[in-house]
């Protein structure tokens, strides 16, 4: 039975993971939230733990293949390399982290490759692949999932220009996330307002960890 806070030793965290759809806020949020632990003197760095999916899109689309990653490497293609990408950016992340004594605080992390599995229709296999394989990967001290509506996230991928996701995806991913047996774990924030109000929701949550030292969103 998961617990929805494990507290390290001292009462800090050491792991901190954001997760959810594309266009949530993780990647601001995250950047946010290693400033913030960092200015009130527990030392955080950002890591983003991508699987390169955008990448092989914008790849795709210089071969002529669409828009789509999937469409260049297929659909076991894309999860397999996407694992596989992922892994290695969360073991540099926790080793590097862990070296320097530093709060990890991760924009993306194992659940979010379960998740896409699931979106893209994955094999149960593929699933009990990766899960075989992140195992390695402590539980993070908290897992903050920013549960956004897919409209808004819509919005927010066209105005960053760079790809596009539909709201049926979105809301599929969003289900995705919702089915793991992980879910019950999460702490769940609204983050449909505006950046410094989902700052503030997580700086409250966090609060519970870190104590009255975290203040600012």
């Keep these: 039975m998961y617990s929805r806070v494990r507290p390290t030793v001292t009462g800090r965290p050491r792991v901190v993971a954001l997760v959810g759809v594309d266009g949530s806020g993780k990647t601001t949020q995250a950047h946010r939230l290693a400033t913030a632990l960092s200015e009130t003197g527990l030392p955080a760095t950002y890591w983003q733990n991508a699987g390169?999916?955008?990448?092989?899109?914008?790849?795709?689309?210089?071969?002529?293949?669409?828009?789509?990653?999937?469409?260049?490497?297929?659909?076991?293609?894309?999860?397999?390399?996407?694992?596989?990408?992922?892994?290695l950016a969360i073991a540099r992340a926790l080793?590097?982290?862990?070296?320097?004594?530093?709060?990890?605080?991760?924009?993306?992390?194992?659940?979010?490759?379960?998740?896409?599995?699931?979106?893209?229709?994955?094999?149960?296999?593929?699933?009990?692949?990766?899960?075989?394989?992140?195992a390695l990967f402590p539980r993070p001290d908290v897992t903050f999932f920013l549960?956004?509506?897919?409209?808004?996230?819509?919005?927010?991928?066209d105005l960053r220009a760079e790809d596009h996701e539909s709201e049926e995806f979105l809301a599929t991913s969003t289900a995705a996330y919702r089915s793991l047996p992980e879910f019950a774990t999460f702490v769940v924030i609204d983050a449909n307002?505006?950046?410094d109000e989902v700052a503030a929701r997580i700086g409250a949550h966090l609060g519970a960890l870190t104590g009255p030292t975290y203040a600012r969103p």
């Excluded at 999916?53 to 397999?80: C, N, P, Y």
């Excluded at 070296?99 to 009990?128: F, K, N, P």
Aim: net charge positive.
């Design 52 to 87: 390169g999916r955008r990448w092989f899109g914008r790849l795709a689309r210089r071969l002529g293949r669409g828009s789509d990653a999937q469409r260049l490497l297929g659909r076991a293609g894309l999860l397999l390399v996407e694992s596989v990408l992922r892994w």
């Design 95 to 134: 080793l590097r982290s862990r070296l320097r004594g530093r709060v990890a605080v991760m924009d993306r992390y194992a659940v979010c490759q379960y998740a896409s599995i699931r979106a893209h229709d994955g094999s149960r296999v593929a699933e009990w692949l990766a899960r075989r394989a992140y």
């Design 147 to 157: 549960a956004v509506d897919p409209a808004v996230a819509v919005h927010r991928i």
């Design 193 to 195: 307002g505006t950046p």
